[in-house]
């Protein structure tokens, strides 16, 4: 999961951790420290790894 900065991070961690570990959950936390997200999600894109556009469906089509 990509988030924008320290505090993002943080607070998922500590949220997602309510639930279970991150390993159990298969989740990752992404810092990309900033609102660029597009390099991150093409890299994800390329391993096949989905994007919250595939998971909701794209927005303004």
């Known amino acids: ?3 924008e900065g320290d505090a993002e ?3 998922l ?3 997602l ?3 279970a570990s991150m390993d159990e959950l298969g989740i ?3 810092n990309v420290a900033g ?3 597009a390099p991150y999600v093409k ?13 909701l469906g ?3 089509r």
Do not use: K, Q, Y
């Open 1 to 3: 999961m990509f988030v």
């Open 9 to 11: 991070e943080a607070l």
């Open 13 to 15: 961690l500590i949220l």
């Open 17 to 19: 951790m309510r639930w």
């Open 28 to 30: 990752t936390l992404c």
């Open 35 to 37: 609102t660029n997200f």
């Open 43 to 55: 890299v994800a894109a390329g391993h096949g790894l989905p994007s919250a556009g595939d998971l």
């Open 58 to 60: 794209s927005f303004g």
